[in-house]
């Protein structure tokens, strides 16, 4: 198969217009918010917020991952097809919105530099080079899966494979979420969870707290997870 019918045949090129378009509108969000809160630029520790503007987020990372699930889902007619196409797009997504942020605010100036990743269901801190990673490897696996699905007629993930992709991603959430965690069970917070933006002792802690140490290797182990699943999803449909 050539390269323009592979192209062609998985749509990707209204799937990269819809992904980097949107990488890029959730950058200028991003710097409306920095403008309004971190006008010398972002940097831990953060700052206390409205609730009201905390709540605005959720419903923006929703509103991101449902927009991001809707295309996938219209264009594939399997679920196969339809994890493809997702992790295309968020892949894509994700590292147009770090293009977008060292576009319009030359951040961050390191690779190594601590973001807020997410805040469902709690709040994910990390290196931005740990959610890069994550993309490329995503739409590597979007590729691979798009490839065997035409030229191998893969139709499915079996179980073992599954559980490899699950364990490294659950693997690399726990990277992602343990240092807020932390501070939520060590503070007892997570019975007020939903009233936290209004506790005082919660935002002392969070509003003094940064981020120094990111487990590299319990990343790199839930990274090798996937890519063992990969390995298998690629090894059993050559085999096939």
């Given at each position: 198969m050539n390269l323009y019918?592979?192209?062609?045949?998985?749509?990707?090129?209204p799937l990269l217009i819809f992904a980097v378009s949107m990488g890029l509108l959730e950058a200028?969000?991003?710097?409306?918010?920095?403008?309004?809160?971190?006008?010398?630029?972002?940097?831990?520790?953060?700052?206390?917020?409205?609730?009201?503007?905390?709540i605005i987020e959720w419903v923006r990372e929703i509103s991101t991952l449902l927009m991001l699930g809707s295309v996938a889902w219209i264009s594939?007619?399997?679920?196969?097809?339809?994890?493809?196409?997702?992790?295309?797009?968020?892949?894509i997504w994700d590292i147009v919105y770090y293009i977008g942020l060292k576009i319009f605010l030359d951040w961050p100036e390191s690779l190594l530099n601590w973001d807020i990743l997410f805040l469902i269901p709690i709040t994910w801190v990390g290196p931005v080079l740990a959610p890069v990673l994550c993309s490329l490897l995503m739409i590597f696996m979007a590729l691979l899966l798009d490839?065997?699905?035409?030229?191998?007629?893969?139709?499915?993930?079996?179980?073992?494979?599954?559980?490899?992709l699950i364990s490294g991603a659950a693997v690399i959430y726990f990277t992602f979420t343990v240092d807020f965690g932390m501070i939520l069970i060590n503070g007892k917070f997570l019975q007020?969870?939903?009233?936290?933006?209004?506790n005082r002792e919660f935002l002392k802690i969070l509003t003094s707290w940064e981020p120094t140490h990111f487990n590299w290797l319990i990343f790199a182990l839930g990274i090798g997870l996937i890519c063992v699943g990969i390995f298998l999803v690629n090894k059993r449909s050559t085999a096939n």
């Amino acid at each position: 198969m050539n390269l323009y019918r592979f192209i062609r045949e998985n749509n990707y090129l209204p799937l990269l217009i819809f992904a980097v378009s949107m990488g890029l509108l959730e950058a200028i969000v991003v710097v409306y918010i920095r403008e309004l809160y971190y006008p010398e630029g972002f940097r831990f520790p953060l700052k206390e917020l409205p609730i009201w503007l905390i709540i605005i987020e959720w419903v923006r990372e929703i509103s991101t991952l449902l927009m991001l699930g809707s295309v996938a889902w219209i264009s594939g007619k399997n679920f196969l097809k339809r994890l493809s196409a997702f992790l295309f797009l968020f892949g894509i997504w994700d590292i147009v919105y770090y293009i977008g942020l060292k576009i319009f605010l030359d951040w961050p100036e390191s690779l190594l530099n601590w973001d807020i990743l997410f805040l469902i269901p709690i709040t994910w801190v990390g290196p931005v080079l740990a959610p890069v990673l994550c993309s490329l490897l995503m739409i590597f696996m979007a590729l691979l899966l798009d490839f065997r699905m035409i030229n191998n007629n893969l139709k499915a993930i079996d179980t073992k494979e599954f559980v490899f992709l699950i364990s490294g991603a659950a693997v690399i959430y726990f990277t992602f979420t343990v240092d807020f965690g932390m501070i939520l069970i060590n503070g007892k917070f997570l019975q007020n969870y939903f009233t936290l933006a209004e506790n005082r002792e919660f935002l002392k802690i969070l509003t003094s707290w940064e981020p120094t140490h990111f487990n590299w290797l319990i990343f790199a182990l839930g990274i090798g997870l996937i890519c063992v699943g990969i390995f298998l999803v690629n090894k059993r449909s050559t085999a096939n």
